[in-house]
């Protein structure tokens, strides 16, 4: 209860908000829920607290400060650097394994080239084996597409994650790239081959004319 009072004090509203879970202490929803019940059960029975505590969402939380009319500044300032604790500030991860930082903008480029090649090709219908094979051409690009989004989770790409689950991060990344660079080593050859038919042609009807 004390540390209710205490986030009272920083909000302009009655109502606050405090979000479930933590890193690596949220994985059993059943005993999460279980335990939070029984605090919300007790809480509640003892009027003397002056807290009513209640399961919400985002939307039902806007609501209800909406309501009480509190007004809020405009913050015009940056909100970094972030500070959570006195002499805390959270500016490391900015800096922190550039490897990895540049192995993610350098996947990054790669998913944007290949998507735009794949789609052109997909439009134009030049590539036999995007038709026929459109099904695992799909499943290859999302595959590319999912290890992406997990490198850009908040402790992948900040660098912030210890260093076998970094290694885990990398390792997904090239398991997508290795998966997807087999398809288009095809697509490619496919190309290849009807450049230099079609160089041939044109040479063809060159010493012809």
Known sequence: ????????????????????????????????????????????????YGVKIMYSTPPDYIEAIYKEKATYPTKNDDFFPYSDNAHSMWTGYFTSRVALKGFVKDFSRFTQSVRKHISELKISGA???????????????FGVEMALGILQHHDGVSGTAKQHVTDDYVATGLRAIEAFNKLYKTIKQEEIKKEIKDGQKKNLKFNGN
């Open 1 to 48: 209860m004390d540390y209710f009072k205490s986030m009272a004090n920083h909000f302009r509203a009655t109502n606050l908000m405090h979000t479930m879970g933590e890193d690596f202490t949220y994985t059993n929803s059943r005993m999460w829920y279980k335990n939070m019940d029984k605090l919300i059960k007790y809480i509640n029975s003892r009027p003397e």
């Open 127 to 141: 590539s036999d084996v995007v038709k026929s094979s459109a099904k695992e051409v799909e499943k290859v690009i």
